[in-house]
């Protein structure tokens, strides 16, 4: 039988996506028996950033700022607006290094069926952004409440007179086309390119 | 093995996603599926046909296999998606699951199709209106055309308003939803070639649906606007 206080921290470990019962306790005994000073050192960043964060006054996503080091940079340009459905997008986006505009955060995509419509994702606070924005850049993920989200999006901005554009779906660099599925290849030859 | 459409997919676990599937021999049914490997990502989306065979007699079925039948890219785009979305959104409302409907399924089916041929305003309205009212009869909620409330034949030249549950019932042309006669033997033909026909077969739908609906209003609809 474990003490109360293991398995207060087994069963808080459990929160976590992806962790059962069996790893949260192989966790928890190594931060007791292993690494007592990690096991602070985590307890303290948890609590700190669960305290401090929260989201950007402008794109919404993660920050203890209170607009993100994104926003505030004056060397990013400011007419671009990228709109992503998770703070994670961003950090992808962020990584290939290849955007220089700014962002904006949807925390979800339109599904009326789970009771999220427009109102629910902050569709008003989008188009307050929209101005001095010269072209929106819809990255929601390409699934089919993706697609009603960024169609959603494209409608408002033309009534604004604003460009919007739609991120290419295509081949992974590195894939095969034999093993593509059909949707993804009837997209990449429906938006080819001239060579 | 038998034909069915996604309705609906929500995560379970962290390996197992719940959906809803309009299937052709057993109508509305909730199955827990494995969340599909990185090929197979496109097979739990909307308005794809699919083959699939599940096992289970309660709420929750297990799905055993489920295959798109032909693989097309997004098959519904723009305005023609928001239509797909409603329709959906309206047959998990009104429909009670494990109950077969299988003409729902192919006017479904085909309303899916007719959708995705095209999405210009009076084909994407028809096809909702169509769906709507043939949802309205499967149900046992058909519309009467052909007489009013009090049995009497539907004239052509004089107006009507509907009430749900009741049917047609005469009334003055300046009353707020009056419905021209012609316009209920059109609807009655399924001959949506005019606006204002679309117009007054939209207030008989949205009316005789209401009390299937229920008071929460359809969050599709929100898109529209």
Same mark, same amino acid.
């Given at each position: 039988?474990?003490? %109360?206080?293991?398995?207060?921290?087994?069963?808080?470990?459990?929160?976590?996506?992806?962790?059962?019962?069996?790893?949260?306790?192989?966790? &928890?005994?190594?931060?007791?028996?292993?690494?007592?000073?990690?096991?602070?050192?985590?307890?303290?960043?948890?609590?700190? @950033?669960?305290?401090?964060?929260?989201?950007?006054?402008?794109?919404?996503?993660?920050?203890?700022?209170?607009?993100?080091?994104?926003? $505030?940079? %004056?060397?990013? #340009? $400011?007419?671009?607006?990228?709109?992503?459905?998770?703070?994670?997008?961003?950090?992808?986006?962020?990584? !290939?290094?290849?955007?220089?505009?700014?962002?904006?955060?949807?925390?979800?995509?339109?599904?009326?069926?789970?009771?999220?419509?427009? &109102?629910?994702?902050?569709?008003? +606070?989008?188009?307050?952004?929209?101005?001095?924005?010269?072209?929106?850049?819809?990255?929601?993920?390409?699934?089919?409440? /993706?697609? @009603?989200?960024?169609?959603?999006? $494209?409608? +408002?901005? *033309?009534?604004?007179?604003? *460009?919007?554009?739609?991120?290419?779906?295509?081949? %992974?660099?590195? /894939?095969?086309?034999?093993?593509?599925? /059909?949707?993804?290849?009837?997209?990449?030859?429906?938006?080819?390119?001239?060579? | 093995?038998?034909? @069915?459409?996604?309705?609906?997919?929500?995560?379970?676990?962290?390996?197992?996603?719940l959906i809803d599937f309009f299937t052709e021999h057993d109508g509305l049914i909730r199955a827990v599926g494995r969340t599909p490997g990185k090929r197979d990502r496109a097979k739990y989306q909307p308005f794809q046909p699919l083959e699939l065979e599940f096992s289970g007699s309660g709420e929750l079925k297990t799905l055993r296999s489920c295959e798109l039948t032909n693989h097309i890219a997004f098959s519904l785009l723009g305005h023609s998606l928001f239509c797909g979305l409603y329709i959906n959104e309206l047959l998990l409302r009104v429909l009670q699951a494990d109950e077969p409907f299988p003409p729902l399924f192919s006017f479904y089916s085909g309303a899916v199709q007719?959708? *995705?041929?095209?999405?210009?305003?009076?084909?994407?309205? !028809?096809?909702?209106?169509?769906?709507?009212?043939?949802?309205?009869?499967?149900?046992?909620?058909?519309?009467? =055309?052909?007489?009013?409330?009090?049995?009497?034949?539907?004239?052509?030249?004089?107006?009507? =308003?509907?009430?749900?549950?009741?049917?047609?019932?005469?009334?003055?042309?300046?009353?707020?939803?009056?419905? %021209?006669?012609?316009?209920?033997? @059109?609807?009655?033909?399924? #001959?949506?070639? #005019?606006? &204002?026909?679309?117009?007054?077969?939209?207030?008989?739908?949205? &009316?005789?649906?209401?009390?299937?609906?229920?008071? *929460?209003?359809?969050?599709?609809?929100?898109?529209?606007?």
């Open positions: 039988m474990l003490s %109360p206080l293991i398995d207060h921290l087994i069963r808080s470990l459990r929160i976590l996506p992806g962790v059962g019962p069996k790893s949260a306790q192989r966790m &928890a005994l190594y931060l007791l028996e292993r690494n007592r000073e990690g096991a602070l050192a985590l307890a303290q960043a948890i609590t700190n @950033a669960a305290e401090h964060v929260k989201h950007c006054v402008s794109c919404r996503t993660l920050t203890e700022q209170n607009q993100c080091s994104i926003c $505030a940079n %004056p060397r990013r #340009d $400011a007419s671009l607006l990228c709109v992503v459905e998770s703070p994670a997008d961003i950090f992808a986006l962020e990584q !290939s290094a290849s955007f220089n505009g700014k962002y904006f955060v949807l925390h979800g995509r339109l599904s009326p069926i789970d009771g999220i419509g427009p &109102a629910e994702l902050g569709m008003d +606070k989008l188009l307050e952004r929209l101005n001095g924005v010269t072209e929106v850049i819809v990255a929601t993920n390409p699934t089919m409440e /993706g697609e @009603a989200t960024a169609h959603y999006i $494209a409608e +408002k901005a *033309k009534q604004r007179g604003i *460009k919007v554009t739609r991120i290419a779906h295509g081949v %992974p660099i590195g /894939g095969e086309l034999e093993y593509i599925d /059909g949707g993804t290849l009837a997209h990449a030859l429906a938006s080819r390119r001239e060579l | 093995m038998q034909n @069915a459409f996604v309705l609906h997919v929500r995560p379970y676990t962290d390996s197992r996603l007719a959708l *995705k041929a095209n999405p210009s305003h009076q084909q994407t309205e !028809s096809v909702l209106r169509s769906l709507e009212l043939f949802l309205l009869e499967q149900l046992g909620f058909g519309v009467d =055309f052909d007489s009013s409330e009090t049995g009497q034949p539907i004239n052509e030249e004089r107006f009507y =308003f509907y009430r749900a549950g009741h049917g047609f019932c005469e009334c003055g042309q300046d009353s707020g939803e009056a419905i %021209p006669g012609h316009h209920l033997s @059109a609807i009655d033909r399924r #001959d949506f070639s #005019d606006e &204002a026909i679309l117009r007054s077969a939209k207030i008989i739908t949205r &009316a005789a649906l209401s009390p299937l609906i229920g008071e *929460k209003p359809l969050k599709s609809r929100d898109l529209f606007r």
